[in-house]
């Protein structure tokens, strides 16, 4: 537990900038092992994308997201909602010199997206959409870009905005707590 502790620090003061990254680490791997940080259980809630006009009654309850580091330390899997109907997987990644997210979406298709380096810190991750599969970006309804706020070790604020017939079409946000 205390080895636990302090990896988490160290992985804290790299996002909030305290800590610079390791010699010979690049932007986006300080980046992904800032995703790391988050790995475990986060709990939240939605808003945007037609939640507002639900009645009280219909919104959608708290959501649910799980972080786990997997592939030898290479990749961060992102489930939102797991075991819903609605469970989407986020899986981020190094491309060389660039860090990576494909959305495995429930709508069936799967958008990649790009960090945008430009407008990013190691507290604001800024992706947008490069490609993807099972979806013409021109006609259909896909995610077109994510940013994803570390306020702190037990705040993360994810921003979604969705694009159809080539223009943006709706956007969510999770404000999410972590849960353990």
Not at 3 to 18: D, K, Q, T
Not at 61 to 71: D, M
Not at 100 to 121: D, V
Not at 127 to 138: Q, R, Y
Request: net charge negative; charged share 20%.
């Amino acid at each position: 537990m205390q080895i636990r502790l302090v990896v988490v620090g160290l992985a804290v003061a790299v996002l909030i900038g305290v800590v610079p990254a390791q010699a010979g680490e690049s932007e986006a791997e300080a980046m992904l092992n800032a995703l790391k940080a988050l790995e475990g259980n986060w709990q939240g809630t939605a808003e945007g994308e037609g939640t507002d006009a639900l009645p009280e009654a219909e919104k959608p309850p708290q959501v649910n997201h799980e972080f786990r580091v997997s592939a030898a330390g290479t990749v961060v899997m992102e489930t939102m909602n797991p075991s819903t109907d609605h469970e989407m997987i986020n899986m981020y990644h190094l491309d060389g010199d660039e860090l990576m997210m494909t959305h495995y979406c429930a709508g069936g298709n799967q958008p990649s997206l790009r960090l945008i380096a430009a407008e990013s810190s190691p507290e604001k991750l800024v992706f947008d959409f490069v490609g993807g599969t099972n979806l013409d970006p021109a006609v259909d309804e896909h995610i077109h870009s994510a940013q994803i706020t570390l306020e702190d070790n037990d705040h993360v604020i994810s921003a979604w905005s969705g694009y159809k017939d080539g223009v943006e079409a709706g956007a969510m946000t999770f404000h999410l707590v972590r849960a353990d």
